[in-house]
């Protein structure tokens, strides 16, 4: 999130063109909230690449907008704006949420889709800690909860892949409306408690990232959105005017692709490439996915 790739900038205008790594923290967080996770993780890993550029562990106050290095004028270490990694990781992309006085606690994992396994220890409800693993396979996520202490109740809530079919959870797993995300209650006192989710089909995309340089220009790919209608994948991209990305899917195998060609398919990894139209600075187009 620390390159203009991501960065949000100054919204209120306080130094115009400038970009706040703070905010950046709070933008991927509210991604996740909104079930964006291939637009909060790529701001969830230019912050993790900014942790060892400059002051390593320190993420500096203000960066510029047009280069990836912070303003001169800057304060090189903000105490907020560091914790803002962690505050993604743990309350956006695990979407951990406590509630102590309630014994009662909620998991809404929105993982990267390439990532087989994550592990996490000592996650806090009062006086109960919680060791937990989690592994993603091809049609199905398995999670699991060790609790320390008195019983908690753990609300699982899984994402379900864009189209996918056959959804089923065990325990019992409750279905949203949408059917984008699916909920497991575990009660987590003493031994080792799972739940897990399964389908079949359905597609998912990659979260696309940039390998930062200091003083490097953007030059990454956003994706500005992806939803499922019909038998059909729709991907709304921004990218340099004349320049080819290519982007991953994970799941079924596509039948055709429109606004982009398919490069390579293998087992369930589609990848598909995309090129902007001429012009200058950023350009936005659709690409259209058939199952």
Not at 104 to 129: F, M, Y
Not at 134 to 159: A, F, M, N, S, Y
Not at 276 to 289: N, Q
Request: net charge positive; no cysteine.
């Amino acid at each position: 999130m620390l390159s203009t790739e991501s960065l949000f900038y100054d919204p209120m205008g306080y130094n115009s063109g400038a970009i706040w790594p703070f905010v950046t923290g709070f933008v991927s967080w509210g991604q996740y909230r909104y079930q964006r996770p291939w637009a909060g993780y790529p701001l969830l890993d230019a912050l993790r690449q900014m942790t060892f550029d400059w002051a390593r562990g320190r993420h500096p106050e203000l960066l510029s907008g047009s280069y990836y290095r912070p303003l001169d004028a800057a304060g090189p270490h903000q105490f907020f704006a560091t914790s803002m990694l962690i505050t993604s990781v743990l309350h956006g992309m695990l979407g951990w949420e406590p509630d102590a006085p309630r014994s009662h606690a909620t998991l809404s994992p929105q993982l990267p889709p390439q990532w087989e396994e994550v592990r996490v220890r000592n996650l806090r409800v009062g006086k109960t800690s919680i060791d937990l693993t989690i592994w993603q396979r091809r049609e199905e996520t398995v999670v699991e909860l060790e609790g320390h202490g008195p019983k908690v109740t753990v609300d699982v809530v899984l994402p379900v892949p864009m189209g996918a079919r056959s959804v089923d959870g065990s325990p019992k797993a409750r279905v949203e409306t949408s059917g984008r995300r699916a909920t497991v209650q575990l009660d987590v006192e003493g031994e080792k408690a799972k739940a897990r989710l399964r389908w079949k089909n359905g597609l998912v995309i990659e979260p696309p990232t940039v390998e930062l340089e200091p003083g490097q220009r953007s030059l990454g790919i956003r994706v500005l959105d992806f939803r499922y209608a019909d038998g059909v994948w729709w991907v709304d991209l921004e990218g340099i005017a004349g320049k080819t990305y290519e982007i991953r899917f994970r799941g079924e195998p596509l039948s055709s692709v429109e606004g982009g060609r398919l490069v390579r398919r293998g087992g369930h990894v589609s990848t598909v490439a995309v090129e902007f139209p001429a012009g200058s600075g950023r350009e936005e187009t659709k690409v259209r996915l058939i199952r």
